[in-house]
């Protein structure tokens, strides 16, 4: 069973950087696809970034690309979200998911989730 701890959420202040990170454990097979959504209040969750776990390739949502930039340490069964140039519009409850099979954006594809992190970008 996957299980996936995010950290790293706080307060920034706009044009500012954090990063985010996301243990995970029970990934037993290596064609795991990871990724980052968010979710702000009153809107619904929205697709931020993905890799692959076997090849480390990365997809972007255009509200991410240019600023965020997502890697993974096999080594340490984790996955980062870099995120630069911070605005308001950043500001959610950022989860990382999982899914065994190839790329998707679609929350409902991911099958396992962590319990989310706050990011709050001050302007």
């Known amino acids: 069973q996957v299980q996936l701890v995010e950290s790293g959420g706080g307060l920034v202040q706009a044009g500012g950087s954090l990063r985010l990170s996301c243990a995970a454990s029970g990934l037993t097979f290596s064609r795991y696809t990871m990724a980052w959504f968010r979710q702000a209040p009153g809107k619904e969750r929205e697709f931020v970034g993905g890799i692959s776990w076997r090849d480390g390739s990365t997809y972007y949502a255009d509200s991410a690309k240019g600023r965020f930039i997502i890697s993974r340490d096999v080594a340490k069964n984790a996955v980062h979200l870099q995120m630069n140039s911070l605005k308001s519009e950043d500001t959610a409850v950022y989860y990382c998911?999982?899914?065994?099979?190839?790329?998707?954006?679609?929350?409902?594809?991911?099958?396992?989730w962590g319990q989310g992190t706050q990011v709050t970008v001050s302007s």
């Open positions: 998911a999982t899914r065994l099979g190839s790329q998707a954006i679609t929350g409902s594809a991911f099958d396992s």
